[in-house]
């Protein structure tokens, strides 16, 4: 059975007359299990992989063997089934006209699943919305599937009447989770990361057909450990308070603010998904009314609930102080997700000016991103940034835009933009 836990990490004194509250809540799994095999309903597997002209021979070849590679990787047992995506969305597996849209895995589906991804071939538009409503019409077919994951590929730009796209999101929102890959270099990273985002999903680039297939099997075994089908998290506050935010800021930055259901008047639910053996981080910033020197109170209960058990809490502090030694000392996980946060905000903001031929702000931003990535200990950034910028001064953030960079390089930068790190102990 699954076991969670939750540590705070905050400075809990604030001066007098201070009102804000922040923490980092480390939340923990272990023994997640395997997915549909641990009492949370069956699992669901959806891949979908883009038919469309733009993909040509050898990348259409390429996800026709990462895709077999990654049916190779579901469990027998788990639900199942495969779309092919171009200017409309079809059943490519298993191909039935009513009823239930997927089977479940066994030897005999894998092999005939695998038969109907070999018979992908590549013609028409992107219509990227279509493929995901017919997954989650796929997902509805079966009640008994309660985790549902698609993983989705795509090689080239929507080309849907402008909203179709996000309106097709808000559809799928809450309804499945989605990891989005982009093949090549003429797919839009924010168009892919808006779906990955809102279903709880990672995005990310595959530059070279070469490397698909260890990505798709990645993916795959990923969402095969995850044991755990739905966790919330929880943030309850005291009459008054305000939570300014709640973000997930490891692995990845995700701002979970604007997810929040009412679970009651003083508590809020956030979307996590599901669960494998790991753990997360959660910024919750919460806004008090001040209160007398000496004075204490619990600032916000932060909890993992499964369904309507409360599985792990940790509690937030607040104490007025008139000690500046005390109200002035900032706890080094706060202060490092904060960074890592305007990381991620200065890499997209510096790469969109880039795109727009602002030169002067994108070197502003990059060279910031460029600093914060030295501070937290974010290599990853920093070797990505070294490929777009020249790197005068790491320290000061002093850069210059290199004058030829390839446009993978530029992209893999974006997509991993939100990737953190942990503090180097």
């Known amino acids: 059975m699954a076991e ?129 409503d017919l997954a989650g019409v796929l997902f509805n077919s079966v009640p008994q599937v309660r985790q549902k994951h698609a993983l989705l590929l795509t090689d080239g730009e929507n080309r849907e009447a ?116 790991e753990s997360r981080d959660y910024h919750v910033a919460v806004r008090l009314a001040a209160k007398a020197v000496g004075q204490e109170q619990l600032a916000a209960r932060v909890q993992i609930a499964l369904g309507d058990d409360i599985a792990a809490q940790g509690l937030v502090k607040a104490t007025w102080s008139n000690n500046a030694e005390l109200t002035t000392r900032i706890d080094e996980q706060v202060a490092h997700y904060t960074g890592q946060t305007e990381l991620a905000t200065a890499i997209q903001e510096g790469l969109a000016a880039k795109a727009a031929g602002d030169e002067a702000t994108a070197t502003t931003k990059l060279g910031r991103a460029v600093q914060l990535a030295a501070a937290t200990g974010n290599d990853e950034a920093t070797s990505k940034l070294r490929k777009v910028v020249d790197v005068d001064n790491e320290k000061e953030g002093t850069v210059r835009l290199k004058r030829a960079v390839d446009k993978a390089d530029e992209m893999a930068l974006d997509t991993a933009s939100t990737k953190t790190t942990r503090i180097k102990k």
């Open 4 to 132: 969670f836990t939750a540590a705070v990490y905050q400075n809990e004194f604030l001066p007098d007359g201070g009102t804000d509250v922040n923490a980092i809540v480390t939340v923990t799994c272990n023994n997640a299990g395997v997915a549909g095999q641990t009492g949370g309903g069956d699992a669901g597997e959806i891949i979908i992989v883009d038919t469309s002209g733009s993909m040509g021979d050898e990348t259409m070849a390429a996800a026709k063997q990462a895709a077999q590679a990654a049916l190779a990787e579901i469990v027998d047992g788990t639900w199942f089934s495969v779309i092919g995506g171009s200017d409309r969305a079809y059943l490519a597996y298993p191909r039935v006209t009513s009823g239930p849209g997927m089977v479940q895995m066994t030897p005999q589906t894998r092999n005939e699943a695998s038969g109907a991804i070999n018979d992908f071939r590549s013609a028409g538009g992107t219509a990227i919305g279509t493929w995901l």
């Open 162 to 277: 402008p909203g179709a796209l996000d309106e097709a999101i808000r559809r799928a929102t809450g309804v499945f989770q989605c990891d989005c890959r982009g093949a090549g270099t003429d797919w839009q990273v924010d168009e892919v990361r808006r779906i990955a985002q809102a279903l709880l999903g990672t995005v990310d680039i595959i530059p070279k057909p070469s490397e698909m297939q260890a990505q798709f099997q990645e993916i795959m075994r990923k969402a095969m450990s995850r044991g755990v089908s739905d966790a919330q998290l929880r943030v309850w506050t005291p009459q008054g308070a305000q939570v300014l935010y709640v973000r997930q800021v490891s692995p990845t930055v995700e701002d979970l603010t604007d997810r929040r259901v009412a679970v009651n008047d003083l508590t809020g639910a956030y979307p996590t998904g599901a669960w494998s053996d």
